[in-house]
C-alpha cells in the first residue's frame, strides 16, 4: 500500500525536525539530563511538527540508549514505538474522544506500572475538543501522575483550554516554519525521490503551505502526480492560483480603471473551473505586501519576496495611498465574507468589488471619502505651477495681452484704499504703493504646495487678534520648495493692513508654533493676486475629478 509523502519522510528525531530548533534544544537537553516534565503541552499552527515531537519524545523517554537525546531508532523500544506496536504508549484524538467517560479511563489505568515500557505515555491529540467535564477530570491527574506516566498534550487552539490546564503543563509553542526552510526540505525530498523539481517552483509550494511542513509536502505529492517537471506554471495550475504576475495586472488595472482587463481575469478564473476564492485570497494577499511596504520602513523584513519582488511592488506602491490601500483591503475583506456565504453568486460580488475599487466615488462609505479625499491631496501637495495645461497657459497668455479700451490718464491719482492707524481710527486718504510690499514674483518658477496648518494657524491668530486674523485669513497660504510662506492676498489694500497692525509679530510666531519651525521676517513672501483670479490648484483638481 502507497504510503503518503509526509508520513514516509515524518521525522524520527530532534536533529530532523525543521524550523523548530528553539523547542527540540530544550527536550534534548531534558532527555540528556533525565529532567523531563510528568506534562507537555505542544500548541502551533497545523503541520508545524506537535504530533511527531511527541512521538519522538514518546521514543526518547523509552530509549534504552539516547544519543544526545535523540531516540537511537534501534533498541527494542523505539521499534515497537515506532511501528505502533507499544501497548504504553497510547495516543487518543479528543476530536472523537472528547467525554469525561474517556478521562476516566486513563485516570483508572495511569495507577499500573507499564507493561514493557519504562514509562507510559498518554498523547492527546486536538486537547481542545474536550468538554468542560473532562478537563475536570483530567485536572488531579494531570497535576500528580504516577511517576512512571508522561502526558503530551497537542493543540491548534490554546485559547480554549482552560487556564488549569496550561498552568499544570510545560508549555511549548510551535511556530510557523519560515518559507526558505521548507524550500530546502521539499528540495531534498524531491532529489531523494526522483522527483524534477525547480527551485521557483518549491518557494512557491512553500509559500502556499503558509508555514506548514505536511501542506507543503502533500502540495508536492500532487504537482508530482502530472509526472513531469514542477514548473510554477504547474503548481499555479495544481493548486488553483493565478499566480503573482496576475495579481499585479489586476492591480494595475484597478489604478488604470481598466475594466476590461479585470473582467477578463476574473473570466479567466471562472473558465478554468478554478475557485474563485482562492483567486480572492492571491489578491489580499497582493494587498496585504502592498500595504506593508507603504507603511514600514524596513518591509523586506516582513515579506517571502526577492529583492526583484520587492522592486516592482514598490513600484506600484507609488501609485496608491495609504487611506486607498485599506479602503481596498476592508473591501476585499467583505467580498471574500460574502463569497463564502453564497457560493452561486461568487463570481458576481468579485467583479462588483473590483468595479468598486477602480472608482471610489460608487461608494458613500467613510473609506471610500477618505480614499478620494487623499487622491485630491496627493495631487495638491505634487502640484506645480509650471504643469498647467496647455488651455490654461493660452488663456493667461491671453489675459496678459492689453486690454483694447483706451489707457488711463497717465496724471490720475493713485489708486486709495482704507488703511488703519496705530491708534486704530479709520483713514480713507492713505495711499497705497502701485508696487507690491514684496515682489509678486518672488516665488515665480518654483513649485509651490498649500499650506497643512492653515486653518489651525488662522484659529490661534484668531484667539490672539481677531484683527490681524481677519485680513491673513483672507489670503492663500503656500510654501514653496525652499520652504518659505507664500501668501497670495486679493488685494494690495489687504496686504498693506496684514503687515502694518501685525506690530507684535502674532502672525510669525502662530506659523512657527503650528508648523514647528522657526519662522523670520525674511521667511514670509507677500504676493498680489490681481484682480483676475489666476487659475489654481483646485481648478484643476475640481475638473479632473469628474
Given at each position: 500500500m502507497h504510503q503518503a509523502l509526509y508520513r514516509k519522510w515524518r521525522p524520527a528525531t530532534f536533529d530532523e525536525v525543521c524550523g523548530q530548533e528553539h523547542i527540540t534544544s530544550i527536550l534534548k537537553y531534558e532527555i540528556d539530563n533525565s529532567k523531563f516534565s510528568h506534562a507537555y503541552l505542544f500548541c502551533g499552527s497545523r503541520g508545524t511538527g506537535k504530533t511527531t515531537c511527541a512521538k519522538i519524545l514518546a521514543k526518547a523517554v523509552n530509549c534504552l540508549s539516547p544519543v544526545n537525546g535523540n531516540p537511537c531508532g534501534r533498541c527494542e523500544a523505539c521499534l515497537s514505538v515506532e511501528a505502533g506496536t507499544a501497548t504504553d504508549v497510547l495516543e487518543m484524538d479528543a476530536a472523537s474522544n472528547n467525554g469525561v467517560d474517556n478521562i476516566r479511563d486513563i485516570r483508572d489505568e495511569v495507577v499500573y506500572a507499564p507493561s514493557s515500557l519504562k514509562y507510559r505515555v498518554y498523547i492527546i491529540d486536538e486537547v481542545h475538543m474536550l468538554s468542560a467535564s473532562a478537563f475536570n477530570a483530567l485536572l488531579k491527574t494531570l497535576e500528580e501522575p504516577p511517576a512512571h506516566v508522561v502526558f503530551i498534550l497537542a493543540t491548534t487552539e490554546l485559547h480554549k483550554l482552560p487556564a488549569t490546564i496550561i498552568s499544570r503543563c510545560q508549555r511549548f509553542d510551535f511556530r510557523r516554519i519560515a518559507t526558505e526552510v521548507l524550500k530546502n526540505r521539499l528540495m531534498y525530498i524531491s532529489s531523494q525521490e526522483g522527483i524534477d523539481l525547480c527551485e521557483d517552483a518549491a518557494i512557491l509550494l512553500a509559500k502556499q503551505a503558509q508555514g506548514g511542513m505536511r501542506d507543503a509536502i502533500s502540495l508536492l505529492e500532487l504537482c508530482a502526480g502530472s509526472r513531469e517537471k514542477i514548473?510554477?506554471?504547474?503548481?499555479?495550475?495544481?493548486?488553483?492560483?493565478?499566480?503573482?504576475?496576475?495579481?499585479?495586472?489586476?492591480?494595475?488595472?484597478?489604478?488604470?480603471?481598466?475594466?476590461?482587463?479585470?473582467?477578463?481575469?476574473?473570466?479567466?478564473?471562472?473558465?478554468?473551473?478554478?475557485?474563485?476564492?482562492?483567486?480572492?485570497?492571491?489578491?489580499?494577499?497582493?494587498?496585504?505586501?502592498?500595504?506593508?511596504i507603504k507603511t514600514s520602513k524596513n518591509a523586506a523584513e516582513y515579506l517571502d519576496l526577492t529583492d526583484s519582488e520587492i522592486k516592482v511592488m514598490s513600484a506600484l506602491s507609488q501609485r496608491f495611498t495609504r487611506e486607498q490601500l485599506s479602503y481596498h483591503c476592508s473591501m476585499l475583506e467583505d467580498a471574500f465574507f460574502s463569497m463564502q456565504k453564497a457560493n452561486a453568486i461568487r463570481r458576481i460580488v468579485a467583479e462588483l468589488t473590483l468595479v468598486k475599487m477602480c472608482d471610489a466615488s460608487l461608494q458613500a462609505s467613510n473609506e471610500a471619502l477618505l480614499a478620494r479625499i487623499s487622491a485630491l491631496e496627493n495631487r495638491a501637495l505634487t502640484y506645480s505651477p509650471q504643469e498647467n495645461t496647455a488651455p490654461v497657459q493660452q488663456a493667461q497668455d491671453k489675459a496678459e495681452q492689453p486690454a483694447p479700451q483706451a489707457q488711463k490718464p497717465a496724471d490720475k491719482k493713485p489708486r486709495r484704499a482704507p488703511v488703519y492707524d496705530d491708534d486704530e481710527e479709520f483713514r480713507s486718504d492713505a495711499p497705497v504703493s502701485a508696487k507690491p510690499v514684496q515682489s509678486p514674483t518672488a516665488s515665480e518658477g518654483k513649485a509651490i504646495k498649500p499650506f497643512k496648518s492653515r486653518a489651525e494657524a488662522v484659529d490661534r491668530l484668531t484667539g490672539i487678534n481677531a484683527m490681524v486674523a481677519s485680513f491673513y485669513k483672507v489670503a492663500k497660504w503656500y510654501v514653496d520648495g525652499d520652504g518659505k510662506i507664500v501668501l497670495k492676498f486679493p488685494s494690495e489694500a489687504n496686504a498693506a493692513n496684514a503687515r502694518h497692525f501685525d506690530t507684535n509679530g502674532d502672525f510669525l510666531r502662530v506659523i512657527s508654533a503650528v508648523s514647528g519651525r522657526q519662522y523670520t521676517a525674511a521667511d514670509v513672501i507677500y504676493e498680489i493676486e490681481g484682480e483676475k483670479s489666476e487659475y489654481t490648484v483646485i481648478d484643476e483638481l475640481l475638473g479632473n475629478a469628474d
Open positions: 514548473t510554477t506554471r504547474l503548481v499555479n495550475v495544481t493548486v488553483g492560483s493565478s499566480g503573482r504576475d496576475e495579481m499585479l495586472r489586476v492591480c494595475e488595472a484597478i489604478c488604470d480603471k481598466d475594466y476590461e482587463t479585470i473582467f477578463a481575469a476574473v473570466n479567466e478564473v471562472v473558465q478554468s473551473s478554478r475557485d474563485i476564492t482562492v483567486f480572492w485570497q492571491d489578491l489580499i494577499s497582493v494587498y496585504r505586501d502592498l500595504l506593508i
